[in-house]
């Protein structure tokens, strides 16, 4: 009943035979995996999710099943638990057909086929594949793909596959050539994203922002997103008119938690180079990075049930504990070093951070309005409220100017130690802007720390935006990169350069 629903597009009887279903018989992985299907159709996103992780753990060697649950993982923005899934569900792929000397191969669970990597399967293949491009497991790419090669599937039917390994590996013409052989098989948002990323690397100025503006008009609801990015940036200009010294006056002041050693903050507007940074500090004994966790967030959240601006000690400590349990899910039982809580946009949240700590000290990137702003548009993000606004350039900018505006004003307010790393600065002369930053945050240095390039590979999958750039070595290209745009930006150019000129980008 169930199938036949789903195959007339009724997921609301689909869902409801599957839940059914899923009472007589709770053991069922298949029901379990289909569940979940029907619930995300339904948008009914967290019992998809319990539905299909309760499939996993029926079935763990069921590959369809984690690379479904890893899709909704990223799109609900679970990105560290979406990885995991991949990384498991890639080796479970990979082992059977890499290993057994025959052609192709397959990974079975019971009396079902999983997965198979064969002329049949294409689209699993090429799913499984685009899982190990986005969470930037290059080495399980290339196998999957040599794997393809074996088992007979011809070369176009992966293109876009073969195209992101050929343009890492510096050949953009042969890039090139692969993405427009594979135009029917990927959706339009991640198609342009790739060339893009071509363009820009055969230097086509205009063909890049051109094909950045399909990307970005090809997003699903584009008009939906641009409305919601535009009520945050609202929330953004009226926080900032609350956040004043003499507000910032009247909050209680939290002793230390004892026995914790204060966390530090790491922000900065997205694409100035909080990755890059976080890396090099991942690369210190001392250190634990937990990159865009969710805690400040959850702190928020409490503080944010208030009806009004004034926060009592009570309600601080309460959004301290909460900070605290997130964290704890994201740290190693005894830790006794620095944790480092990397979110660029916890820059937006400066009062809370000196609210819940302090004495907690501010690591605060930063680079050129433009070339982040650009960087942002060009990028392709996974959407929400806040990635929303650079779906167009003039709300990028605006983005900017407001994100700005609410970080100098709250830096202006509070008393809260910060430390600016320029990325210009970072990538020219690493040591001379690291060695500072590391002292500022009491840890040691070590010329060893500069080796980012192994540390981003010891580090496993990067799940921001910068995962296909942070095992580069340190180029200064990225520096000034707005000029070539300098016509295409010319209408935000009067949001932006004034805003450079205050950082310190006088030329």
Aim: glycine letters at 8%; hydrophobic letters at 40%; one cysteine or more.
């Amino acid at each position: 009943m169930a199938d036949a629903a789903a195959k007339l597009g009724r997921w609301a009887d689909a869902a409801r035979a599957l839940e059914r279903a899923a009472g007589l018989n709770p053991a069922d992985p298949l029901v379990a995996s289909k569940l979940g299907s029907a619930l995300s159709k339904l948008g009914r996103f967290e019992e998809a999710l319990r539905s299909l992780k309760g499939a996993v753990a029926l079935d763990p060697d069921n590959v369809q099943t984690r690379l479904t649950y890893a899709g909704l993982l990223i799109d609900t923005g679970r990105y560290s638990d979406a990885l995991i899934e991949i990384e498991v569900g890639s080796r479970l792929a990979l082992a059977r057909a890499l290993g057994d000397g025959q052609q192709g191969g397959t990974v079975d669970v019971g009396d079902n086929p999983a997965f198979s990597i064969s002329r049949e399967n294409v689209a699993a293949v090429r799913e499984l594949g685009l899982l190990l491009d986005r969470s930037n497991q290059l080495d399980g790419l290339r196998q999957l793909l040599a794997a393809a090669e074996k088992a007979g599937i011809e070369t176009g039917s992966l293109g876009y596959l073969e195209a992101s390994v050929a343009l890492r590996d510096g050949r953009a013409e042969d890039a090139k050539r692969l993405l427009l052989n594979d135009r029917g098989n990927i959706d339009d948002v991640r198609w342009y994203r790739l060339s893009t990323r071509i363009e820009e690397a055969l230097g086509n100025a205009d063909e890049a922002f051109a094909a950045a503006e399909k990307m970005n008009r090809s997003v699903a609801h584009y008009d939906e997103w641009r409305a919601r990015g535009a009520r945050y940036r609202r929330n953004i200009r009226v926080t900032a008119r609350v956040v004043t010294p003499e507000w910032a006056s009247r909050i209680p002041r939290l002793s230390a938690v004892e026995g914790l050693r204060t966390p530090v903050f790491l922000v900065g507007f997205p694409r100035s180079g909080t990755t890059l940074l976080d890396t090099f500090l991942m690369g210190h004994p001392e250190t634990c990075v937990v990159e865009e966790g969710r805690m400040l967030e959850k702190a928020t959240g409490v503080i944010s049930q208030a009806p009004h601006v004034e926060w009592s000690a009570e309600l601080l400590e309460r959004a301290r504990k909460a900070y605290l349990e997130e964290l704890s899910c994201h740290v190693p039982p005894r830790f006794s070093g620095l944790i480092v809580d990397k979110h660029p946009l916890n820059m937006l949240r400066l009062s809370v951070i000196y609210a819940l700590f302090p004495d907690a000290k501010v690591i605060f990137a930063q680079r050129h309005p433009c070339d982040v702003v650009l960087s942002g548009y060009m990028q392709g993000f996974a959407l929400n409220p806040a990635m929303a606004s650079f779906l167009d350039l003039g709300d990028a900018a605006d983005f900017y100017d407001a994100s700005m505006t609410i970080w100098v004003g709250s830096r202006d307010a509070f008393s809260q130690s910060i430390h600016t790393v320029g990325y210009e600065r970072l990538i020219a002369e690493p040591v001379s802007e690291l060695r500072p930053a590391f002292q500022f945050l009491g840890l040691d240095w070590s010329d060893e720390l500069l080796d980012h390039q192994s540390t981003a590979r010891s580090r496993g999958s990067i799940s921001t935006a910068s995962y296909d750039q942070v095992l580069q070595p340190l180029s200064r290209t990225p520096s000034g990169r707005w000029r070539r745009y300098r016509k295409q930006l010319a209408p935000v150019l009067p949001v932006l350069l004034p805003w450079a000129v205050r950082l310190g980008y006088v030329d």
